[in-house]
């Protein structure tokens, strides 16, 4: 009688799952690999014959140096993401049960907010005769205005800005994990602080880290109105060229591809982070 | 300061906001022991051992392990190691990691850890499970990996928080033996906490009983069972019968009590602080209480009782009887053919030897 009850329902929840990933996940990712494999045509975007050519353009030199400072933008922003919401998720899951919950809200309620909404906002708190600048100015720290719009910097805090929380939340959840008797054992067994940080807090929270940045460091290459807003001509992401490629430069292969190597990027950080959940001895004994 | 003994402890006393979880605690360990604290859940045994480990401070009295005051030692400089409640052993880690986690924090060279981690499995009865991960093994057997990650590091003193709590109960009865074994063989000083006095009476040497941060009584277990210094002792250790009534006379060693119906039983005075025409509570245990139809030894004492009910279970079966002044009581049923079988409120005479029944002032 359950089972009758019950099968209708996960015949068509699964019906709906498979759906959405063929059509909305599946099916696009497939237009992408194979637009990527076509040839650039100015009437229909793409046409035959299949070639490789946009991967080659990949590594022209003057995308490479693209991506590479792409890639530094994110690193950096993952560094200090990681570096803030190491301890902030730590003491986080510290603080009483009741605060937590308001300090997750409080973490969350920015999300109600566009973010374009909230680059513009930073963009009025940087510029050069913006909020920054001027309570600086007022509080005789600085003469002049410091040019901090259309930097390197002003990008990275840009991407911090909207990026901590997704490297706060899954080190969180692995610090709720770490029960306070197994610092305790580490302790007792006769291990320091610095000793217990290496050998169980780091090894327990690795999964966590490695989910932050895997949620932080390829976004962060993505989010390409950041650039747009904060950071002028020079302080481009991989996001910016796939959206020239498509919207402006109309070389769709290109944009295919270069959003293929994202892709595969990621790919490659998830198969790390399964690894790391593989718990290996480390004396191999 | 006795030299031989491996912990000793004066006047301990833990608050937590003004409510004293430990008061006044003082306990000596001689050396080799298997100490065990038993007490009801609450009663502070887990504050008083993480003192002990380190992990809290005393706010009043001394710890001293083998003659060396401790209260200002960090846990990882104790020569003290603890078996959790939830044993805690690092999941990130194989079984071998684990057991060699210690050593390798006192620098021991990776031959001889290989060596002493193979050694100590081997006595904890796991040979050859060092690559295995934690969660592969059974309860019990990471039980024996938690036992083993203390041990190898060869501590003066061996503090448990029941850890056996977890295990189902076949499981628990093989444990506590084993742990007994285990702690004999390596002659190691082990101080237990537990709620359950069947795990403290099985393998200890001493039991304290805790109530309320305070010992109570400390004895080994049979002193324990046949000479409770406490009504609570009496009440908590092993089953035991209560009887309320007003002591009318007292006789030498023995005390006479009125019941609520007028009925008079005697019964040992075991504590000092008792008055004629006080309330008092005699104890007498279910094995002690004799069934018997007329015959009665002389020098017995008893009464009256209405069968309510027959619990089979089989060495400890009991009846349950309805005695004067409204007293339960439990009688243990002998299983060698001998007991009667009794109809269902049908009266009989419960006796006793007054020796050993204890009676105590009456704590309202
Ligand atoms: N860290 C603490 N803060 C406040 N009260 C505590 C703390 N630890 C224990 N207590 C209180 O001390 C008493 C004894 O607790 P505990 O030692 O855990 O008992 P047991 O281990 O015997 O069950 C309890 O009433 C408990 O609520
Ligand atoms: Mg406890």
């Known amino acids: ?285 | 300061m006795a030299s031989d003994s491996d912990l000793s402890c004066t006047g301990l006393v833990r608050r937590f906001s003004g409510h004293a979880a430990v008061d006044h605690v003082s306990l000596n360990v001689p050396a080799g022991t298997f100490f065990s604290i038993l007490g009801p859940s609450g009663c502070g045994k887990t504050t008083l051992l993480r003192m002990l480990a380190g992990f809290d401070k005393p706010d009043q009295g001394d710890i001293y392990i083998r003659g060396q005051r401790m209260n200002d030692v960090p846990p990882n400089r104790r020569p003290v190691n603890m078996v959790f409640q939830h044993l805690a052993l690092f999941p990130t880690m194989s079984v071998g990691d684990n057991i060699g986690y210690g050593l390798k924090r006192q620098k021991v060279p990776l031959a001889e850890r290989r060596k002493r981690i193979a050694e100590v499995l081997e006595q904890v009865g796991l040979p050859g499970l060092e690559g295995r991960n934690p969660q592969q093994l059974s309860g019990g057997q990471r039980q024996r990996v938690a036992l083993a990650r203390c041990l190898v590091l060869k501590p003066t003193l061996l503090l448990l928080d029941e850890p056996l709590g977890a295990l189902d109960l076949k499981l628990r009865e093989q444990m506590k033996v084993e742990l007994k074994h285990l702690q004999k063989a390596f002659g190691t000083t082990f101080v237990y906490i537990t709620h359950d006095q069947s795990e403290a009476m099985v393998m200890s040497d001493q039991v304290a009983v805790m109530k309320d941060g305070r010992f109570d009584q400390v004895a080994p277990p049979e002193a324990l069972y046949r000479e409770p210094a406490t009504p609570f002792v009496a009440g908590f250790v092993g089953d035991n019968n209560r009887i309320s009534g007003d002591l009318v006379a007292v006789q030498g060693e023995l005390a006479e009590i009125r019941l609520d119906d007028g009925s008079l039983v005697r019964g040992r005075i075991a504590s000092d602080d008792l008055e004629t025409g006080g309330r008092v509570d005699l104890f007498i245990r279910p094995e002690s209480l004799v069934l018997a139809g007329d015959a009665l030894n002389s020098g017995y004492s008893g009464m009256d009782a209405c069968i309510r009910s027959t619990l089979f279970d089989g060495a400890n079966s009991r009846v349950e009887a309805e005695g004067a002044g409204n007293n339960t009581l439990y009688a243990r049923l002998p299983q060698d053919g001998s007991a009667p079988r009794f109809n269902e409120n049908a009266t009989v005479r419960l006796a006793w030897d007054p020796a050993l029944a204890r009676v105590f002032g009456a704590r309202i």
């Open chain 1, 1 to 285: 009688m359950r089972n009758l009850m019950q099968q209708p329902f996960r015949t068509a929840v699964l019906v709906l799952v498979w759906g959405w990933l063929l059509f909305l996940v599946l099916a696009p990712n497939l237009l992408v690999v194979g637009a990527s494999v076509m040839t650039r045509s100015p009437g229909t975007f793409i046409s035959l014959p299949l070639t490789l050519d946009a991967y080659r353009q990949l590594f022209d030199p003057l995308y490479l140096e693209v991506f590479l400072h792409s890639l530094y933008m994110a690193a950096v922003t993952t560094t200090v993401c990681l570096l803030i919401g190491y301890p902030f998720a730590w003491s986080l899951s510290k603080v009483g049960k009741q605060r937590q919950v308001l300090l997750i809200f409080l973490l969350i309620v920015p999300f109600w907010t566009n973010s374009l909404v909230r680059t513009y906002a930073l963009k009025l708190i940087l510029a050069t005769n913006g909020l920054l600048n001027s309570a600086l100015m007022s509080l005789g720290w600085i003469d002049e205005p410091v040019q901090m719009l259309y930097t390197e910097g002003a990008v990275v805090i840009g991407l911090v800005y909207l990026l901590l929380p997704f490297m706060i939340l899954p080190l969180y959840s692995v610090f709720e994990d770490l029960r306070e008797d197994l610092l305790r054992a580490s302790h007792d067994l006769g291990a320091g602080r610095f000793s217990t940080f290496i050998h169980v807090i780091v090894p327990m929270t690795l999964p966590g880290v490695l989910a932050g940045i895997m949620l932080v460091l390829l976004p962060a290459m993505g989010l390409f109105f950041v650039p747009d807003i904060l950071g002028g001509s020079r302080n481009l992401l991989v996001g910016n060229v796939i959206k020239n490629q498509f919207l402006d430069a109309r070389n769709w292969p290109f944009g295919a591809a270069a959003s293929i190597m994202l892709t595969l990027a990621m790919a490659f950080l998830m198969f790390a982070h399964r690894l790391s959940k593989r718990r290996i001895g480390e004396d191999g004994v």
